[in-house]
T-cell receptor
């Protein structure tokens, strides 16, 4: 069964450092998403991406965040200057169409010290 | 935007009993309601979903009901087993308009006691 692949599985960084989280969506999917889950809390929407541009973003997705699809397979989330409160599990997801089921990756745990 | 409320936050049942988790949503334009199961440290995995043109859907021991008038939907697990223990999240999504992202409930920690 096709999977969404995320790297790294766990990253520890110092406050103020830049972090890039990587995702390889399922190959025939056209919509890509980032969600985050702070430990013990709900999964929160960050951003959706379609046709090489952001289609929606939440209030969490401020100027410190950016997304990019640098090639035909990767979808990245960059946090420019990490804060302690950015510590969370970040999930990438993809869907075939905008109305289709989302498939989640295994997540990247970010710890900001 | 959409707001999804989920209850209870924790639920313990004896093996073999049924478990029911309830969610309400606020946006009447929402018309897709998935349920995800998340085991400790793992990704959320879709277990069942329902669209607003049906009132109930069943898949073996799992069923979901939807009441569009009251804006609530529920997950029913029958004959629970220890491997059903996990956090369950409901979600709601509009399949039209500009707001297409999934909005999740706060989760229910289900523990099935052997």
């Amino acid at each position: 069964e096709p999977e969404v692949t995320q790297t790294p599985s766990h990253q520890v960084t110092q406050m103020g450092q830049e972090v890039i989280l990587r995702c390889v969506p399922i190959s025939n999917h056209l919509y890509f998403y980032w969600y985050r889950q702070i430990l013990g809390q709900k999964v929160e929407f960050l951003v959706s991406f379609y046709n090489n541009e952001i289609s929606e973003k939440s209030e969490i997705f401020d100027d410190q965040f950016s997304v990019e699809r640098p090639d035909g397979s990767n979808f990245t989330l960059k946090i420019r200057s990490t804060k302690l409160e950015d510590s969370a599990m970040y999930f990438c997801a993809s869907s075939e169409g905008g109305a289709n089921v989302l498939t989640f990756g295994a997540g990247s745990r970010l710890t900001v010290l | 935007g959409e707001n999804v409320e989920q209850h209870p936050s924790t639920l313990s049942v004896q093996e073999g009993d049924s478990a029911v988790i309830k969610c309400t949503y606020s946006d009447s334009a929402s018309n897709y309601f998935p349920w995800y199961k998340q085991e400790l440290g793992k990704r959320p995995q879709l277990i069942i979903d329902i669209r607003s043109n049906v009132g109930e859907k069943k898949d073996q021991r799992i069923a979901v009901t939807l009441n569009k008038t009251a804006k609530h939907f529920s997950l029913h697990i029958t004959e629970t087993q220890p491997e059903d223990s996990a956090v369950y999240f409901c979600a709601a999504r509009s399949l039209s308009g500009s707001a297409r992202q999934l909005t999740f409930g706060s989760g229910t920690q289900l523990t099935v006691l052997p």
